[in-house]
């Protein structure tokens, strides 16, 4: 049987949302994860130190016995946000960074940033403290093409905020385009990218050939072939500006299979896995390591994981759902068979 061991991986970017639902995804997270930067869009949103400990001791709580696994925190940004509830945050071991969600971007983000040179005083006190901000990198103008949104808010606004705070360590989270690609590759040291399972393995005809797919739709949507290749190309070079974040995103399935349905892809079941098919398929699984256990930890400044994951190339079907009852949620590939198990 062929096997790959990993030093034991973090998810740099994921929702695992609070109460039933919580106790329903997490497992799957700690199961292979040691750590993982934690969602602030709940409602209401994350806003203080105080809420985000209150949250983290929530999750705690939910990590079934035996398993090993840390929440790192993080705030949710807002035009309200004081900068010295940044200091506060800055000077708490458990957060690790604030988000930047443009209002209307995603799930939750009504109470996020609708004008973002206002807030560049809160940026110059993220930059001071030396706390990351994670970007949810979409414009949100009616006016602007869905599939143009990150190119655009790069060039409207993460260009400027780059340039006029240069020691600011930034994620531009779950990027889905070449052009995003690019402005990270081009970038300073202090700028870094997650890149997704689904945005590696399918493009947009995933979400509309053939009928709506709502459990592929996810935000930012799946773009063009030439932009996955770009991604699959970024994930696997060994650039460690490029790391592991599944954004996975779990709704309940009768959210998602509805008029108007969620944006999310829940991943989380298969995470380790999906990124060993995509590498795989590139002949990088040499690279799988750094991308999924190095560059995260180290971007954030945090120790490298001591402990070990092993894939084995055994075949597996993917639950058709997870949960159950009123708290059904199907996962990402739900029913389909995977080439690699996490043991």
């Not at 930059?127 to 655009?152: A, K």
């Not at 063009?224 to 309940?252: C, I, M, W």
């Amino acid at each position: 049987m062929k096997t790959i061991t990993l030093t034991r991986p973090d998810d740099w970017h994921i929702h695992v949302r609070n109460g039933a639902v919580l106790k329903t995804v997490l497992p799957h997270t700690a199961r292979q994860f040691a750590r993982a930067i934690i969602m602030p869009n709940l409602k209401p949103p994350v806003t203080t130190v105080a809420q985000a400990l209150v949250y983290r001791e929530e999750i705690l709580q939910a990590i079934p016995d035996g398993m090993d696994f840390t929440p790192l925190m993080t705030l949710y940004l807002t035009a309200a946000t004081s900068t010295e509830e940044i200091k506060k945050a800055a000077e708490c071991s458990f957060v690790h960074a604030v988000k930047l969600y443009p209002a209307g971007a995603t799930t939750n983000s009504d109470a996020g940033v609708g004008n973002i040179p206002a807030i560049y005083p809160l940026l110059a006190a993220l930059e001071r403290y030396g706390l990351p901000l994670l970007v949810h990198g979409e414009v949100t103008d009616e006016g602007c093409d869905i599939f143009d949104r990150e190119r655009v808010f790069i060039e409207r606004h993460l260009s400027d905020i780059a340039k006029n705070f240069p020691a600011l360590r930034i994620v531009l989270e779950h990027v889905t385009t070449s052009e995003a690609v690019q402005f990270v590759e081009s970038a300073n040291t202090n700028i870094a990218a997650t890149i997704t399972p689904q945005h590696l393995l399918f493009n947009r005809n995933a979400l509309l050939a053939g009928g709506i797919r709502p459990h592929h739709y996810c935000l930012p949507i799946l773009k063009r072939e030439q932009h996955r290749l770009a991604l699959v190309a970024a994930a696997t070079s060994g650039n460690p500006k490029f790391f592991l974040g599944t954004d996975s995103a779990p709704h309940l399935t009768a959210l998602k299979e509805t008029a108007c349905g969620c944006a999310g892809c829940f991943s989380a079941p298969a995470a380790l896995e999906l990124y060993a098919e995509a590498f795989e398929k590139v002949g990088a699984l040499d690279k799988l390591e750094g991308f999924a256990s190095f560059y995260g930890a180290d971007f954030y400044r945090l120790p490298r994981n001591s402990g070990s994951v092993t894939l084995a190339k055994s075949e597996w079907q993917i639950p058709a759902v997870c949960g159950e009852d009123d708290v059904a949620i199907t996962p990402l590939k739900a029913g389909e068979t995977l080439s690699w198990k996490l043991l």
